[in-house]
């Protein structure tokens, strides 16, 4: 059985998650949601445990929100809780691009460059605003630039990395992740979608890294496409080691980032050397930053 750990919690608090990799030597899987739209400054945080929390743990954490309340913790069944959330999930258009589950495989269209990703343990079905963002603008990109060389930092099911090199067929392309789990998972969609593996161009290599910390990563640089659909805080940790690795011209596509949080992530990257490319939609809840460095 897993457990949960849920309480209320403000919007501010809700968009800035501590890393609890410092606290804990197994931390639990956090997550964030605006329940009710016509509220949004009430969100719901809740903690993903494989085993009950003791009491220790879960003080713990409430103490890092100083506006929670209605704390509880639950048991839950054993059910792939993935796998059901995501069982009547769409087909998701981005261009020429449809991100679909084998149940709607009948949607794909003569033209379309189909992406097939189940219901998994990784992040990035398609159906998020940020997975269709980072879609949206490799489709852009690829208009006027033909990349070479490609890396994707925190990969999770692989969607973007596929659809990149999907478009730049030439190109050598890494997908990265810190979660073992979802280089596992990438694999799979890899061979699901008939993408060969390997270094050599016009083939996915694999790597599990935090960040750049990856001589998989750091060997193949300079880059002159890099996606990076993460959170806002690991991405402005992020800012000094993936602007490193950006070659004159290249292009930093980046997502995970609240519309309150993009003036401080394109500073972080401003410092480096990468400015914003293309107009960004302020409206968007979750917007989606080009950044490019100057060549």
């Not at 998701?92 to 949607?107: C, I």
């Not at 998972?185 to 290599?205: Q, Y």
């Not at 400015?275 to 979750?286: F, I, L, Q």
Request: hydrophobic share 45%; proline share 7%.
């Amino acid at each position: 059985m897993s457990w949960t750990l849920s309480f209320a919690v403000n919007r501010a608090e809700a968009e800035t998650l501590p890393d609890l990799f410092e606290l804990m030597d197994e931390p639990p899987t956090l997550n964030v949601e605006e329940p009710d739209p016509a509220k949004p400054d009430d969100w719901v945080l809740t903690a993903y445990f494989a085993a009950q929390p003791d009491d220790a743990v879960v003080a713990k954490i409430v103490a890092l929100f100083p506006s929670a309340s209605g704390v509880a913790v639950a048991e839950l069944e054993e059910q792939d809780w993935t796998t059901l959330s995501q069982r009547d999930l769409k087909p998701v258009r981005a261009g020429r691009f449809l991100v679909h589950t084998a149940d709607h495989a009948d949607a794909v269209r003569p033209g379309d460059w189909p992406l097939q990703i189940e219901a998994g343990l990784a992040f990035g079905t398609g159906q998020h605003a940020t997975t269709h963002g980072c879609l949206r603008a490799i489709t852009r990109l690829g208009k006027f630039r033909n990349f070479r060389n490609i890396a994707d930092i925190g990969t999770g099911t692989g969607v973007l990395a596929m659809a990149a090199l999907r478009q730049h067929r030439n190109a050598r392309c890494i997908a990265s992740d810190i979660d073992p789990i979802a280089i596992d998972v990438t694999a799979e969609n890899l061979a699901l979608n008939r993408f060969p593996s390997g270094a050599c161009a016009g083939r996915m290599a694999l790597a599990v890294a935090p960040g750049l910390a990856a001589p998989a990563l750091n060997n193949r640089a300079p880059y002159d496409l890099v996606l990076a659909n993460i959170l806002a805080p690991p991405l402005i940790a992020l800012a000094r080691d993936l602007s490193a690795v950006i070659a004159p011209g290249g292009v930093l596509v980046m997502a995970g980032l609240l519309a309150s949080q993009q003036r401080a992530v394109a500073n972080a990257y401003r410092r480096h050397g990468l400015v914003p490319v293309g107009a960004v939609d302020r409206k968007a809840e979750w917007p989606c930053l080009v950044l490019s460095r100057k060549g």
